[in-house]
């Protein structure tokens, strides 16, 4: 074979134990040698990914364990943002779901998670969404908003879940309950509802930037770059700001 052919041909293996692998390793060919190399760094690399998959499971599969079969994983996106909602996603993912490089929204590129959201979508069980607006974030606080957004996310759901894992949060509520601190990078659960609470939001802030162009919302999603608070001081704050959060409440006071 050329070395296009094997190139071709090893791209399908996955079993180190391929006797074409064994026939490989004793042709003298410099590009063949390289093929091979470039192939087993695939292969480790695919190894690491299920390892670390395999190692994120690991909350899920003990409560299976202990009998829970609808377990949750929650987490929430927008809690520093000045303008826009604060969301939660609830997701329940089944028995048997592999997403290879699943992990916190915030590691993965947008492509990526724009295909790890129509991923989940499309194979989770039940998926939830809570969204708390600007408005009663400045009520509540912002604190109390993201545990009312997570607790309309579980709601949302068309089955109760038996267990949560949620992301650094306690919520009240009978049902048990497991918070981790960093989990969207601990629980494949919480990394799910991590990833549709990132691309609801983004989709949403999107919208928003169309509505008010003049803020760049598709640009930062509310957060507070330096482009934002400049089209904050000269447009001064639109309704979906949040009003108590500096530097808005400080332009409002006419402090700055």
């Given at each position: ?109 947008e492509k990526r998670r724009e295909e790890y959201f129509h991923i989940i979508q499309e194979e989770a069980q039940h998926i939830g969404i809570g969204q708390i607006e600007a408005d ?121």
């Amino acid at each position: 074979m050329n070395i296009q052919e094997i190139e071709r041909q090893l791209s399908l293996i996955t079993d180190p134990y391929n006797p074409l692998i064994e026939e490989l390793k004793k042709d003298k060919r410099k590009g063949v040698q390289k093929q091979l190399i470039k192939w087993e760094k695939r292969l480790e690399k695919e190894r690491q990914t299920r390892k670390k998959f395999q190692q994120m499971m690991m909350y899920e599969k003990q409560l299976k364990a202990e009998g829970y079969q609808l377990i949750c994983g929650i987490d929430e996106v927008g809690r520093g943002p000045l303008a826009g909602p604060v969301i939660a996603a609830a997701v329940i993912l089944p028995d048997g779901f592999y997403l290879p490089g699943l992990n916190d929204s915030k590691q993965l590129s947008e492509k990526r998670r724009e295909e790890y959201f129509h991923i989940i979508q499309e194979e989770a069980q039940h998926i939830g969404i809570g969204q708390i607006e600007a408005d009663e974030i400045d009520r509540l606080n912002i604190y109390q908003a993201t545990k009312k957004a997570m607790l309309d996310a579980i709601q949302e759901m068309k089955m109760m879940p038996d267990h949560l894992l949620i992301d650094a949060m306690k919520l009240e509520t009978p049902c048990p309950q497991l918070s981790l601190i960093k989990g969207d990078a601990k629980s494949i659960s919480i990394a799910a509802a991590s990833i549709v609470a990132k691309v609801t939001r983004d989709h949403l802030m999107q919208k928003m930037a169309i509505q008010y162009p003049e803020y760049g919302f598709d640009q930062h999603m509310g957060y507070g770059t330096a482009l934002h608070i400049e089209a904050l001081k000269q447009y001064g704050p639109c309704p979906i700001h949040r009003k108590t959060f500096a530097p808005v409440k400080d332009l409002l006071e006419g402090t700055i």
